[in-house]
């Protein structure tokens, strides 16, 4: 599994934890590496691995191949051109029959359905105008294009999703 955008490294860390069959690649940009590994090193999980450089602004995914690719909390925080981006490079990495999963607020048809998540939308465009909740429809699409199938569309804590594509 890759995950683009560990941010602390929280997440691979309580996932490997939880499930050590699971073999999980972190990433993110250089200048979050420092907790990730933090994380890594103080886990001595032999299933988690140290981040790797990865901004998919700029940077290509590692050459290899996932069975699974997992996202938490960037596509808001994203550039759209980046989000669109991110969609192109996990259709490419991943393996067919393949998961891509994708987590934080949504909306849906343009509607953010709970105040919490609307506040926040409004507070991520004041403080960068590129930022915002996406679309379920539109990420759906780029998994399309990316010749991924919406397979399911999960509620989460604090008014979060976790959306799954299977790559055909």
């Given amino acids: 599994m890759l995950e683009i955008g560990s941010g602390t490294g929280q997440h691979a860390v309580w996932i490997g934890q939880q499930i050590p069959t699971v073999t999980w690649q972190t990433s993110d940009r250089c200048e979050n590496h420092s907790a990730i590994q933090q994380w890594v090193a103080e886990s001595n999980l032999t299933n988690v691995y140290p981040p790797i450089a990865l901004d998919v602004a700029i940077d290509p ?44 607020p949504m909306q849906y048809d343009g509607i953010i359905e709970h105040a919490s998540n609307r506040a926040f939308n409004q507070k991520l465009k004041s403080d960068c105008p590129h930022r915002a909740i996406r679309d379920v429809n539109e990420l759906n699409q780029l998994a399309t294009n990316g010749n991924m199938q919406w397979v399911e569309d999960n509620a989460m804590p604090a008014n979060n999703r976790l959306l799954v594509w299977l790559k055909s």
């Avoid at 995914?61 to 669109?84: G, R, Y």
Wanted: aromatic share 16%; hydrophobic share 40%.
């Fill in 61 to 104: 995914l590692p050459n290899s191949q996932f069975d699974m690719i997992f996202s938490s909390n960037t596509a808001h925080i994203m550039a759209w051109q980046d989000v669109e981006k991110m969609f192109q490079l996990v259709s490419n990495r991943l393996n067919t029959g393949g998961y891509f999963c994708l987590y934080g």
